[in-house]
Protein backbone atom coordinates (compact mmCIF):
# COMPACT_ATOMS: atom_id res chain seq x y z
CA UNK A 1 0.00 0.00 0.00
CA UNK A 2 1.32 3.43 -0.79
CA UNK A 3 1.52 5.82 2.49
CA UNK A 4 2.59 9.22 0.43
CA UNK A 5 1.46 10.57 -3.02
CA UNK A 6 3.42 13.79 -3.44
CA UNK A 7 2.48 16.70 -6.02
CA UNK A 8 5.95 18.19 -7.36
CA UNK A 9 5.46 21.26 -7.76
CA UNK A 10 5.94 21.82 -11.39
CA UNK A 11 2.22 20.53 -12.64
CA UNK A 12 1.45 24.54 -11.70
CA UNK A 13 2.94 24.94 -15.10
CA UNK A 14 -0.82 22.96 -16.68
CA UNK A 15 -2.56 23.34 -13.29
CA UNK A 16 -2.88 24.37 -9.77
CA UNK A 17 -1.15 21.42 -7.76
CA UNK A 18 -3.55 22.26 -4.88
CA UNK A 19 -6.33 21.35 -6.97
CA UNK A 20 -4.72 17.83 -8.15
CA UNK A 21 -4.45 17.49 -4.49
CA UNK A 22 -8.05 18.23 -3.52
CA UNK A 23 -9.59 16.15 -6.42
CA UNK A 24 -7.85 13.23 -4.84
CA UNK A 25 -9.20 13.21 -1.39
CA UNK A 26 -10.97 10.26 -1.38
CA UNK A 27 -7.98 7.67 -1.74
CA UNK A 28 -6.19 6.54 1.03
CA UNK A 29 -2.61 7.32 0.69
CA UNK A 30 -1.85 10.87 2.01
CA UNK A 31 -1.47 13.47 -0.50
CA UNK A 32 1.09 16.46 -0.77
CA UNK A 33 2.08 19.37 -2.76
CA UNK A 34 6.55 18.59 -2.70
CA UNK A 35 9.09 20.64 -3.94
CA UNK A 36 12.48 18.55 -5.58
CA UNK A 37 14.31 19.10 -2.09
CA UNK A 38 11.19 17.80 -0.25
CA UNK A 39 10.16 14.72 -1.30
CA UNK A 40 11.15 12.23 2.30
CA UNK A 41 8.33 10.29 2.98
CA UNK A 42 6.91 10.18 -0.37
CA UNK A 43 6.62 6.71 -2.41
CA UNK A 44 4.65 8.06 -5.25
CA UNK A 45 5.02 11.49 -7.24
CA UNK A 46 2.81 12.98 -9.70
CA UNK A 47 5.09 15.29 -11.95
CA UNK A 48 5.79 17.08 -14.94
CA UNK A 49 9.42 17.88 -14.34
CA UNK A 50 12.06 15.23 -14.76
CA UNK A 51 15.01 15.96 -11.99
CA UNK A 52 17.64 13.31 -11.26
CA UNK A 53 16.81 14.11 -7.36
CA UNK A 54 14.12 11.16 -7.77
CA UNK A 55 16.45 8.63 -8.54
CA UNK A 56 17.79 9.26 -4.85
CA UNK A 57 14.44 9.53 -2.95
CA UNK A 58 12.56 6.43 -1.69
CA UNK A 59 9.94 6.43 -4.76
CA UNK A 60 8.55 3.09 -6.17
CA UNK A 61 6.12 5.26 -8.94
CA UNK A 62 6.38 8.12 -10.68
CA UNK A 63 3.17 9.38 -12.89
CA UNK A 64 4.35 11.93 -15.81
CA UNK A 65 1.28 14.26 -16.23
CA UNK A 66 2.03 14.38 -19.48
CA UNK A 67 1.75 11.90 -22.54
CA UNK A 68 5.21 12.48 -23.74
CA UNK A 69 7.90 11.11 -21.61
CA UNK A 70 10.79 11.75 -23.68
CA UNK A 71 12.79 13.71 -20.69
CA UNK A 72 12.58 10.81 -18.35
CA UNK A 73 15.74 8.11 -18.59
CA UNK A 74 14.12 4.99 -18.94
CA UNK A 75 16.94 2.62 -18.01
CA UNK A 76 17.87 4.52 -14.89
CA UNK A 77 14.27 4.17 -13.77
CA UNK A 78 14.29 0.62 -14.47
CA UNK A 79 17.74 -0.05 -12.49
CA UNK A 80 16.47 2.07 -9.72
CA UNK A 81 13.08 -0.16 -9.59
CA UNK A 82 11.03 2.94 -10.20
CA UNK A 83 7.82 2.50 -12.00
CA UNK A 84 7.34 5.16 -14.77
CA UNK A 85 3.51 5.65 -16.07
CA UNK A 86 1.94 8.55 -18.52
CA UNK A 87 -1.11 10.02 -19.07
CA UNK A 88 -1.53 9.10 -22.40
CA UNK A 89 -5.47 8.70 -23.61
CA UNK A 90 -6.67 11.76 -22.08
CA UNK A 91 -5.65 14.79 -24.63
CA UNK A 92 -7.40 13.40 -27.85
CA UNK A 93 -10.62 16.26 -27.51
CA UNK A 94 -8.37 19.01 -26.63
CA UNK A 95 -5.41 18.68 -29.08
CA UNK A 96 -8.17 17.56 -31.72
CA UNK A 97 -9.89 20.85 -31.04
CA UNK A 98 -7.08 22.83 -31.23
CA UNK A 99 -5.45 21.28 -34.53
CA UNK A 100 -9.41 21.87 -36.05
CA UNK A 101 -8.91 25.46 -35.01
CA UNK A 102 -5.54 25.34 -36.78
CA UNK A 103 -7.06 23.77 -39.67
CA UNK A 104 -10.00 26.61 -39.81
CA UNK A 105 -7.79 29.45 -39.15
CA UNK A 106 -5.97 28.83 -42.44
CA UNK A 107 -9.09 27.83 -44.49
CA UNK A 108 -11.34 30.79 -42.99
CA UNK A 109 -8.09 33.63 -42.50
CA UNK A 110 -8.86 34.08 -39.25
CA UNK A 111 -5.12 34.65 -37.80
CA UNK A 112 -4.46 37.12 -40.74
CA UNK A 113 -7.86 39.11 -39.55
CA UNK A 114 -7.09 38.89 -35.75
CA UNK A 115 -3.44 40.52 -36.66
CA UNK A 116 -5.03 43.34 -38.99
CA UNK A 117 -7.34 43.47 -36.14
CA UNK A 118 -4.78 45.24 -34.11
CA UNK A 119 -3.65 47.46 -36.43
CA UNK A 120 -7.60 48.77 -37.02
CA UNK A 121 -7.28 47.42 -40.90
CA UNK A 122 -9.70 46.38 -42.77
CA UNK A 123 -8.45 44.38 -45.05
CA UNK A 124 -9.98 41.04 -46.88
CA UNK A 125 -7.70 38.32 -48.25
CA UNK A 126 -7.36 37.94 -51.77
CA UNK A 127 -10.20 36.49 -53.25
CA UNK A 128 -8.76 32.71 -54.28
CA UNK A 129 -6.66 32.90 -50.80
CA UNK A 130 -9.61 31.62 -48.35
CA UNK A 131 -10.92 27.44 -48.67
CA UNK A 132 -13.32 25.22 -47.12
CA UNK A 133 -12.27 22.06 -45.38
CA UNK A 134 -14.33 20.06 -47.05
CA UNK A 135 -12.74 20.50 -50.00
CA UNK A 136 -9.10 19.26 -48.63
CA UNK A 137 -7.41 16.64 -46.95
CA UNK A 138 -5.61 15.71 -43.99
CA UNK A 139 -2.30 13.03 -43.43
CA UNK A 140 -2.75 12.47 -39.67
CA UNK A 141 1.33 10.79 -38.85
CA UNK A 142 0.49 8.62 -35.90
CA UNK A 143 -2.72 7.50 -35.17
CA UNK A 144 -3.09 7.49 -30.98
CA UNK A 145 -5.00 9.20 -28.85
CA UNK A 146 -4.14 12.57 -30.62
CA UNK A 147 -4.50 11.17 -34.06
CA UNK A 148 -7.16 9.50 -33.87
CA UNK A 149 -8.57 12.86 -31.94
CA UNK A 150 -7.65 14.90 -35.27
CA UNK A 151 -8.98 12.44 -37.31
CA UNK A 152 -12.79 12.53 -35.83
CA UNK A 153 -12.55 16.12 -36.00
CA UNK A 154 -11.02 16.60 -39.54
CA UNK A 155 -14.09 13.61 -40.56
CA UNK A 156 -16.49 15.60 -39.00
CA UNK A 157 -15.63 18.64 -40.54
CA UNK A 158 -15.67 16.92 -43.97
CA UNK A 159 -12.61 16.45 -44.51
CA UNK A 160 -10.89 13.51 -46.91
CA UNK A 161 -8.53 12.04 -43.83
CA UNK A 162 -5.68 9.70 -44.09
CA UNK A 163 -3.51 8.26 -41.66
CA UNK A 164 0.37 6.52 -41.10
CA UNK A 165 0.87 4.42 -38.76
CA UNK A 166 3.38 2.20 -38.14
CA UNK A 167 1.01 -1.36 -38.65
CA UNK A 168 -1.74 0.21 -41.24
CA UNK A 169 -4.66 -1.10 -39.58
CA UNK A 170 -8.36 0.12 -40.30
CA UNK A 171 -8.94 3.54 -37.97
CA UNK A 172 -12.09 4.62 -37.06
CA UNK A 173 -12.45 8.39 -39.18
CA UNK A 174 -9.68 7.52 -41.04
CA UNK A 175 -10.50 6.77 -45.03
CA UNK A 176 -7.19 4.90 -45.46
CA UNK A 177 -4.11 3.59 -43.11
CA UNK A 178 -0.89 3.75 -44.49
CA UNK A 179 2.64 2.11 -43.20
CA UNK A 180 5.28 4.50 -41.88
CA UNK A 181 7.11 3.39 -44.75
CA UNK A 182 5.03 5.39 -46.82
CA UNK A 183 4.99 8.45 -45.39
CA UNK A 184 7.11 10.74 -47.75
CA UNK A 185 4.23 9.75 -50.38
CA UNK A 186 1.60 9.90 -48.50
CA UNK A 187 2.19 13.44 -47.02
CA UNK A 188 2.58 14.54 -50.75
CA UNK A 189 -1.00 14.45 -51.40
CA UNK A 190 -2.05 16.08 -48.25
CA UNK A 191 -3.21 19.86 -48.10
CA UNK A 192 -2.64 19.58 -43.87
CA UNK A 193 -0.11 17.04 -42.08
CA UNK A 194 -0.71 16.68 -38.59
CA UNK A 195 2.29 15.09 -36.38
CA UNK A 196 1.07 13.31 -33.78
CA UNK A 197 3.78 10.29 -32.82
CA UNK A 198 5.94 10.45 -29.22
CA UNK A 199 9.54 12.03 -29.44
CA UNK A 200 11.82 8.25 -29.98
CA UNK A 201 14.97 7.47 -31.36
CA UNK A 202 12.74 6.42 -34.47
CA UNK A 203 10.73 9.40 -34.97
CA UNK A 204 13.58 11.92 -34.20
CA UNK A 205 13.37 13.98 -37.53
CA UNK A 206 11.03 12.10 -38.77
CA UNK A 207 9.82 15.31 -40.81
CA UNK A 208 12.87 16.51 -42.37
CA UNK A 209 14.03 18.14 -45.67
CA UNK A 210 13.04 14.97 -47.78
CA UNK A 211 9.16 14.95 -46.57
CA UNK A 212 9.16 19.12 -46.55
CA UNK A 213 10.03 18.53 -50.10
CA UNK A 214 7.64 15.92 -51.17
CA UNK A 215 4.42 18.32 -49.39
CA UNK A 216 2.67 20.15 -51.68
CA UNK A 217 4.06 23.85 -52.10
CA UNK A 218 0.19 24.98 -50.41
CA UNK A 219 0.32 22.34 -47.81
CA UNK A 220 0.19 23.03 -43.78
CA UNK A 221 2.38 21.09 -41.43
CA UNK A 222 1.21 20.88 -37.90
CA UNK A 223 3.11 19.93 -35.13
CA UNK A 224 1.64 18.84 -31.81
CA UNK A 225 4.07 16.40 -30.69
CA UNK A 226 7.29 17.36 -29.98
CA UNK A 227 9.44 19.43 -30.96
CA UNK A 228 12.13 17.50 -32.36
CA UNK A 229 10.10 15.37 -34.30
CA UNK A 230 10.49 17.86 -36.69
CA UNK A 231 13.76 18.99 -37.76
CA UNK A 232 12.95 22.77 -37.44
CA UNK A 233 15.71 24.28 -39.24
CA UNK A 234 14.64 22.42 -42.51
CA UNK A 235 11.32 23.78 -41.96
CA UNK A 236 12.22 27.51 -41.82
CA UNK A 237 13.71 26.21 -44.83
CA UNK A 238 10.93 25.10 -46.26
CA UNK A 239 8.58 28.00 -45.25
CA UNK A 240 10.85 30.86 -46.40
CA UNK A 241 11.73 29.34 -49.69
CA UNK A 242 7.79 28.72 -50.08
CA UNK A 243 8.05 24.82 -50.25
CA UNK A 244 4.97 24.55 -48.09
CA UNK A 245 2.54 27.24 -47.61
CA UNK A 246 2.62 27.73 -43.57
CA UNK A 247 2.68 25.69 -40.47
CA UNK A 248 0.63 25.26 -37.30
CA UNK A 249 3.45 24.77 -34.27
CA UNK A 250 2.84 23.57 -30.56
CA UNK A 251 6.42 22.15 -29.71
CA UNK A 252 9.34 23.49 -30.50
CA UNK A 253 13.26 22.06 -30.18
CA UNK A 254 13.56 24.87 -27.58
CA UNK A 255 10.96 26.07 -25.06
CA UNK A 256 10.13 28.71 -24.68
CA UNK A 257 10.57 29.63 -28.58
CA UNK A 258 13.85 31.48 -28.26
CA UNK A 259 12.53 35.78 -29.07
CA UNK A 260 14.40 35.49 -32.24
CA UNK A 261 13.35 32.78 -33.83
CA UNK A 262 12.32 33.63 -37.19
CA UNK A 263 9.44 31.62 -36.63
CA UNK A 264 7.56 34.26 -34.35
CA UNK A 265 7.47 36.62 -37.62
CA UNK A 266 5.66 34.53 -39.89
CA UNK A 267 2.42 35.50 -41.41
CA UNK A 268 1.82 32.15 -42.53
CA UNK A 269 3.11 30.29 -39.28
CA UNK A 270 0.68 29.71 -36.13
CA UNK A 271 2.85 29.96 -32.81
CA UNK A 272 1.06 28.72 -29.36
CA UNK A 273 3.31 27.67 -26.37
CA UNK A 274 2.67 24.36 -26.32
CA UNK A 275 -0.82 24.71 -25.01
CA UNK A 276 -2.77 22.57 -27.06
CA UNK A 277 -3.67 20.12 -24.28
CA UNK A 278 -4.43 22.93 -22.03
CA UNK A 279 -8.02 22.57 -20.16
CA UNK A 280 -9.44 23.55 -17.04
CA UNK A 281 -10.57 19.69 -16.63
CA UNK A 282 -6.97 18.77 -17.00
CA UNK A 283 -6.29 18.08 -13.42
CA UNK A 284 -9.46 15.86 -12.61
CA UNK A 285 -8.49 13.54 -15.78
CA UNK A 286 -4.92 13.12 -13.82
CA UNK A 287 -6.95 12.77 -10.94
CA UNK A 288 -8.85 9.76 -12.71
CA UNK A 289 -5.63 8.06 -13.81
CA UNK A 290 -4.15 8.45 -10.93
CA UNK A 291 -6.96 6.69 -8.85
CA UNK A 292 -7.16 3.97 -11.09
CA UNK A 293 -4.13 3.06 -10.61
CA UNK A 294 -4.09 3.36 -6.96
CA UNK A 295 -6.42 0.97 -7.37
CA UNK A 296 -4.97 -1.48 -9.26
CA UNK A 297 -1.94 -1.10 -7.15
CA UNK A 298 -4.16 -2.14 -4.06
CA UNK A 299 -5.78 -5.19 -5.82
CA UNK A 300 -2.23 -6.32 -7.08
CA UNK A 301 -2.91 -5.97 -11.25
CA UNK A 302 -0.75 -3.98 -13.49
CA UNK A 303 -0.55 0.02 -13.61
CA UNK A 304 -2.45 1.39 -16.77
CA UNK A 305 -0.75 3.35 -18.89
CA UNK A 306 2.74 2.12 -17.56
CA UNK A 307 5.70 2.86 -19.73
CA UNK A 308 8.39 1.73 -17.34
P1 LIG B 1 -0.33 7.58 -27.92
O1 LIG B 1 0.64 6.63 -27.30
O2 LIG B 1 -1.77 7.40 -27.64
O3 LIG B 1 -0.15 7.54 -29.51
C1 LIG B 1 1.07 7.60 -30.18
C2 LIG B 1 0.92 6.84 -31.48
O4 LIG B 1 2.05 7.07 -32.33
C3 LIG B 1 0.80 5.32 -31.27
O5 LIG B 1 -0.32 4.86 -31.96
C4 LIG B 1 2.09 4.79 -31.89
O6 LIG B 1 1.93 3.51 -32.44
C5 LIG B 1 2.35 5.84 -32.96
N1 LIG B 1 3.72 5.84 -33.49
C6 LIG B 1 4.87 5.75 -32.80
N2 LIG B 1 5.92 5.81 -33.66
C7 LIG B 1 5.40 5.94 -34.91
C8 LIG B 1 5.95 6.06 -36.21
N3 LIG B 1 7.27 6.03 -36.39
N4 LIG B 1 5.11 6.20 -37.27
C9 LIG B 1 3.78 6.23 -37.08
N5 LIG B 1 3.19 6.11 -35.87
C10 LIG B 1 4.00 5.97 -34.81
O7 LIG B 1 0.15 9.01 -27.50
P2 LIG B 1 -0.67 10.38 -27.64
O8 LIG B 1 -1.41 10.67 -26.40
O9 LIG B 1 -1.41 10.35 -28.94
O10 LIG B 1 0.52 11.43 -27.71
C11 LIG B 1 1.47 11.36 -28.75
C12 LIG B 1 2.61 12.32 -28.46
O11 LIG B 1 2.13 13.64 -28.61
C13 LIG B 1 3.12 12.24 -27.02
O12 LIG B 1 4.14 11.29 -26.89
C14 LIG B 1 3.60 13.64 -26.75
O13 LIG B 1 4.95 13.76 -27.09
C15 LIG B 1 2.76 14.49 -27.68
N6 LIG B 1 1.70 15.26 -26.97
C16 LIG B 1 1.72 16.62 -27.06
C17 LIG B 1 0.73 17.35 -26.43
C18 LIG B 1 0.71 18.86 -26.52
O14 LIG B 1 0.32 19.51 -25.57
N7 LIG B 1 1.12 19.44 -27.63
C19 LIG B 1 -0.27 16.70 -25.67
C20 LIG B 1 -0.26 15.32 -25.61
C21 LIG B 1 0.72 14.59 -26.28
Known sequence: MLSTIGIHESVGAVFRPEALRDALEDIDP??????????????????????????????????????????????????????????????GDAVGETVAGYMLSFARGLHHYRDNE??????????????????????????????????????????????????????DHVGTVYPSGELKTTVAEARFVVVTVPLTDRTEGLIGTAELSAMRSDAVLINVARGRVLDQTALVDALETGTIGGAALDVFETEPLPADSPLWGMENVIVTPHAAAATGAYYRRIATLVRENVRRRDDGEGLANRVV
Open 30 to 91: DVRIVSTGDLGGCDALVTLAYDNAFLEADLEWIHSIQAGVDRFPFDALESTGITLTNSTGIH
Open 118 to 171: ADHEWDRQDWDVPFTLGEESVCVVGLGTLGRGVAARADALGMDVVGVKRTPIPV
